[in-house]
Structures are given as C-alpha cells and as structure tokens.
C-alpha cells in the first residue's frame, strides 16, 4: 500500500538511502518526482574490520553509529518519506533470546570460511546444496560460514539469525525480518519456491526457528525507534521501507536498461556479471560452471558470477601507499593507457588473490607460475589487472548467454567502476558487445526508487529504469580494436569458457 509521501503536493518526495559497502558506507537522500532523480550525499564514513584473536570481525556498532550521524545529517534538513538499508551479502549477526547480538559478525573474507565443503554431512554436497538454491559456489557463503559457527558458544545462545542489512534495520525499527534478495544468498534459499529450504535447513542440522520470515523489496519494516528519532532529529513515526537489501540486486533495479536482452556488470570491489532471468537455471552445466541464481526485484534472478573485481587494483594501491608511494588513480590509469598491451595477464579468480595482503607479489607469483614476466611499473600492474578484468567479463558474460539461451545486445556497467574509462573500453572491446557505463551510484538509486515506488511515485520496474536512463549521466563505448588479441590473452590465461573458478569466483560488494 502506497504512504503519503513528504511532498505528495508536489508530486515528489525525499527519501534516505543507507547504502554499506565493504571499504565505506554512505547516507544520501533522493528527491523523486516527474522525470525528477536527484541524489546529495548526506554523508560518508568508512568501513575499517578488526582482526581480533578469534578472526576477522565487521565493527557493526562503528557502522550502526556512522549510519545514525548521517541521519543525523539528513534530519538537520527536514523530513524524508522513509528510510532503505542496503550492504553486502552473506554475513550476518546473531541474537540472542533476548535480541542482544552475540558479539561482532564475522567479516567473510575470515580464514575460518576454507575448507567449507568439507564441512557438509553425508548425503548433502555440493550438488544437492546447488539443485535447491541455485548458488554459487563461494568458501564464504552463509551456509558454509554457519558450520562453522555452531561449534561456539555464540551458537548455543542463538535465537535468531539476521543479515547485516536486516539486523540494522532491526536496531532501526525493533523489527525482525529477512529480505529476500539478500536471504537467496545464503544457501538456504529455495530457488524455485521463493522461500527457505526448510529440507536443507533440517538436512544440515541448523534450527529452522532462527531464519525470520521473509519480506519483499517494497514492504513495510517499521518505523524509527524513540531513541533513534530523537538522536536523528527526524520525526517520531519515520518509516523505513524493505528495499533490495543486497546491494547487488538495488544496483541491477537501476540499470538504465531500454532494451529487453542486457547483460550487467555491477563493478566495484567485486565484478557481478550476468542476466536478468524469469527463472532459475538450475542444471548440473550451470553448477559446473559456478553461477548462481539469486534473487532479484519482483522475482527476478539475476544468474551471474562473482569476479574479484576492483580489489585487486585497491589492494596494490593499498601496498604502494605503505611503502611510501602514494598514486593516484589518474595517474595510475594514464601509466597503465601507456603500457605495452597483454604484457601479462591473470585470472581475477585465483584464490590466491581472495585475502587481503600484498596483491602486488601475488601477481608475481601467478605469473611466474603460469610463465609470464611480471610488470616492472605500477601501470604495468594495473594494465594487467583492467586487461584481465575485461577478459573475465567477456568469459563469465559469454558462458552465462549460453546456459540461460540469451543473446545479449549491450552490457550495462554500473557501480564505481563505470567510472574507469579504460575498463569500460577494455571490456567493450574484449567482449564485442557496445557498453553503457554509468550510473556510479546504482545501488543508491535502486534502493531510493524502490522506495519512491513503494509511496506510488514510480509504477514499475521499467519505469524505475526509464527514469535513470533519463535523469543520469552515460557514458557509451563501442567495441574496437582487433578481438583476436584478445583471444590470444584469453588463451594465455589457460582458461576454457566453461571452467568454474575453483574457491571463490557477492558479496559483494
């Protein structure tokens, strides 16, 4: 049911997007209204894990406070008509009987997530696992993570598991719920019905009383607390709206998408590259292939595969700041513009690349190994690295238009990387498809929209993207360039189009 908006006269209306990504979180309002999408940051923080004795934790209550002071900001310019909360994927907090979280969330990148197939019983594998809930497979996925989670203490006093998103909309509101897109990638899901797998649930030997019901982009979550009120400076009674709570399934609402066959690429820390599907595609060649089927707006499946993104540029940059040579981006991009092409190239999914740590000597040792010369200049590494990420976009694109029986005509690039001229080419030019790059703010769009639709100011999903497509700025790249070139890159790298990318291949975010 559609709620009166802050501005119904005007036929518009202010929404606040909680948006959490795993280096920073951000609060940016939206005014919507005719032919009207306007975003202003409202404020930005950042989001630093702690490595404590037991593992790699999210400092959640650092992210709830910097969450709140940027309310806080946006109450200090009047009322907004709901509130949405978007993160990553996969992890999640536990509460106990009576709500308080029983210590920090594990970050999924924690060394505790190897060797997660080893940790399922007889009779429930890797294959039975994927011809339920259609997800790829990850060593951090929920489900895996959850095994190893319930020989602690934490487990014993777990009432209820919610994910990041769903626990701060619970500090939020006092609610307790589980938001379908992100709840379709925690393994548990059932791709078919749209519900939990109370079968793998019980196969696994987890309490089925611990996953909340589910609610649906759109859905009403509650209202602010007293307190959160008061602190915020927004009125008593502020709703805060479902949105799609993986930021991956906001950002892919929000592509500027006109025609009816597009391939996506969601690009910032992690590479999600794939399709908008009626249904899932759940058969062994698809598993083989590690793509997964998560959910999507109004029952949508985006099937798409994880690529280790932009991660591996900002990991480089994070070990040649500390070595006391701080780069920056236009420079790097420039060097790397003028750097001998396919010098080098790698797979972006290598599990030697997932932790953190010094990416740059990683590289090296990848291409040792696989007789290659590593760069000797920090262009010549981020070449290498847009180069190899281009390659991963064309493969994981091509093998998924061949399982799901889809011809995509263009390649939407969205997130952060749509910002990087040289990726965008590069991937245009790799793939032969013409690219569309932009919004960089997908995610926060999808989640305002979905909002503005829910209070009746937008009617539908291709309206959603109408009104980006006319109200954001784009950027267009044709394909150029000799393909073949990139063919030979291709070959190098010693991949067939239909290997799977063993450990890791969401989160994202």
Known sequence: ?????????????????????????????????????????????????????????????????????????????????????????????????????????????????????????????????????????????????????????????????????????????????????????????????????????????????????????????????????????????????????????????????????????????????????????????????????????DGTIRYLRNIMGMWLLEECRRVWERAGAPLGLGGLLADAAGSRPFAAVIDPDDASFLAPGDMPARIDAYLLRTGQTPPRTPGGYVRCVLESLALAHRRTLRRAAELAGRDPVRIHLVGGGSRNELLCQWTADASGLPVTAGPAEATALGNILLQARAHGLVDDLSGMRRLVAGTQDLRHYEPRGNRRDWDRAEDRIGLRHDQAAAGTGGATA
């Open 1 to 297: 049911m559609a709620v009166k908006s802050n501005d119904s006269a005007a036929g518009e209306a202010v929404f606040a997007a909680v948006d959490l990504g795993a280096t920073s979180g951000r609060v940016i309002t939206g005014r919507v209204g005719p032919g009207k999408l306007e975003l202003a940051e409202a404020h930005r923080f950042a989001n630093t894990p702690v490595r404590l004795p037991d593992g790699l934790r999210w400092d959640v209550l650092a992210l709830y406070q910097g969450m709140l002071d940027g309310l806080r900001e946006v109450g200090r310019t009047g009322p907004v008509a709901s509130i949405g909360v978007d993160t990553w994927a996969v992890d999640y907090g536990l509460l106990d009987g009576d709500g308080a979280l029983l210590g920090l969330p594990f970050h999924y990148r924690d060394a505790r997530n190897s060797g997660a197939a080893e940790r399922l019983p007889d009779g429930c594998g890797v294959r039975e696992l994927y011809a339920v809930s259609g997800l790829q497979h990850l060593p951090f996925n929920t489900v895996f993570q959850l095994l190893a989670h319930r020989t602690t203490a934490q487990w014993e006093a777990a009432r209820t598991l919610l994910l990041m998103p769903d626990l701060l909309v619970h500090w939020l509101t006092g609610s307790v719920g589980a938001e379908i897109t992100n709840a379709s990638t925690t393994g548990l899901f059932d791709a078919r019905s749209g519900d939990w797998s109370d079968a793998l649930i019980g196969r696994l030997g987890l309490e089925r009383a611990l996953f909340p019901p589910l609610r649906e982009p759109g859905a009403p979550a509650g209202t602010l607390l007293p307190h959160v009120a008061e602190y915020t400076g927004l009125p008593g009674g502020t709703p805060v709206t479902t949105v799609a709570s993986h930021d991956t399934a906001s950002a892919v609402a929000a592509v500027p998408a006109t025609e009816a066959d597009f391939a996506y690429i969601s690009c910032g820390t992690w590479s999600l590259a794939g399709l908008e599907l009626d249904g899932p595609v759940l058969s062994e060649e698809s598993r083989a292939a590690n793509f997964t089927n998560e959910r999507g707006v």
